[in-house]
C-alpha cells in the first residue's frame, strides 16, 4: 500500500521548504503553507521563474511570524503583520487579492539578497481571501499556483531520472506530499485518497515551468532545457509537461510521514 514518505511546506511562495513532522491540512492547504509572498513594488509576485536566489532563502516559522536567513546575511526576524497592518493589493498570476504589508525592514533585507526592489506581504484571512473554482466548486487557496496541495510519487521520479543524464531530487518539484511503495505514474488514475484524517481529491496533474530547472540548494541552473525537455518526451498533456498531481482538501485533517494512502476512488489516467 502507498504510503506517505516526506511532507513538505514553502511558508513563503518561492523560498525553500521547510519540512516538519506533520501536516496539518486545512481547506486552503497545510497550516503554514505559501501564506507570504514576495512581490515587486506594484504587487506582482516574484518567483524562482526569474528570480533563482529565491531558493537560498530559509523561512523558519516562528510564533510571532518568520524568520528569513541566507547564509551569507544576517538573519530578518519578521512579525506576523496585525489587524492595524496596511493592506494592499497583490497578485498570483490572474488573481488579484488582499493582503497584509509586512514590515519595511522586511522588504529591504529581501531587496538586498534578491538584488531587486522587493517587498513582503501576509494573507490573513485565507479562508476568504482567495477563492478558485475547482471542478465546480469554490475553493479556498493560499498563495500557491492554483491548488491546495501538490502530491508527487517517488517512483514517477525514478522513471524520469532514467531519461535523464543527471538524476534529479524530488526538491526540483516542491511537492507538499511525497508518496513512496506505488507504481510510477499510479497517481495518475487516483481520484479521491486517504492520509490519516484528511481525505484529498485529486483533481489535475501538474503543468511544470522553469522552476524544475533550479537546483534548490544552490539556486544554479546548469541545464535550463531539463527536465522539461525529458517530460515533454512522454508526459504532455492539454495543459504542457506534467508531473506530480494537484489536489484539494475534502475533510480537513492531519497527516505525517509513514501514514499509508488508501485509495478510495480511481479512474482513468487524467494526462489527457
Not at 176 to 205: H, K, Q, T
Not at 242 to 271: C, H, K, V, W, Y
Request: with cysteine; proline share 7%.
Amino acid at each position: 500500500m502507498p504510503r506517505v514518505a516526506a511532507v513538505h511546506i514553502y511558508p513563503v511562495k518561492s523560498l525553500h521548504r521547510i519540512s516538519p513532522d506533520h501536516l496539518d491540512l486545512r481547506p486552503w492547504g497545510p497550516e503554514g503553507d505559501r501564506r507570504w509572498l514576495v512581490t515587486d513594488p506594484d504587487g506582482n509576485f516574484i518567483s524562482q521563474r526569474e528570480c533563482s536566489a529565491m531558493a537560498l532563502i530559509t523561512p523558519t516559522p516562528t510564533a510571532l511570524g518568520l524568520t528569513l536567513s541566507r547564509r551569507d546575511m544576517a538573519d530578518c526576524v519578521v512579525r506576523r503583520p496585525n489587524d492595524h497592518a496596511h493592506r494592499r493589493h497583490v497578485r498570483v498570476w490572474g488573481d488579484w487579492m488582499e493582503a497584509r504589508e509586512a514590515s519595511q525592514r522586511a522588504g529591504e533585507w529581501l531587496s538586498a539578497a534578491l538584488g531587486r526592489p522587493a517587498r513582503l506581504a501576509y494573507m490573513d484571512t485565507p479562508e476568504a481571501a482567495r477563492i478558485r473554482d475547482v471542478g465546480g466548486q469554490a475553493n479556498p487557496v493560499s498563495f500557491a499556483d492554483e491548488y491546495p496541495i501538490l502530491i508527487a510519487n517517488v517512483a514517477s521520479l525514478d522513471d524520469l531520472n532514467t531519461r535523464l543524464d543527471e538524476k534529479l531530487p524530488m526538491t526540483r518539484f516542491r511537492p507538499n506530499i511525497v508518496v513512496e511503495d506505488a507504481e510510477a505514474w499510479e497517481e495518475d488514475g487516483w481520484r479521491r485518497i486517504r492520509i490519516g484524517e484528511a481525505i484529498l481529491r485529486v483533481v489535475s496533474p501538474c503543468a511544470r515551468c522553469g522552476i524544475t530547472s533550479v537546483d534548490q540548494e544552490t539556486g544554479e541552473i546548469r541545464d535550463r532545457k531539463q527536465p522539461l525537455a525529458a517530460l515533454a518526451s512522454f508526459r504532455r498533456g492539454h495543459g504542457g509537461v506534467m508531473f506530480a498531481q494537484n489536489a484539494t482538501i475534502e475533510t480537513p485533517g492531519r497527516i505525517a510521514p509513514g501514514d499509508t494512502i488508501e485509495i478510495l476512488e480511481r479512474g482513468e489516467s487524467n494526462l489527457g
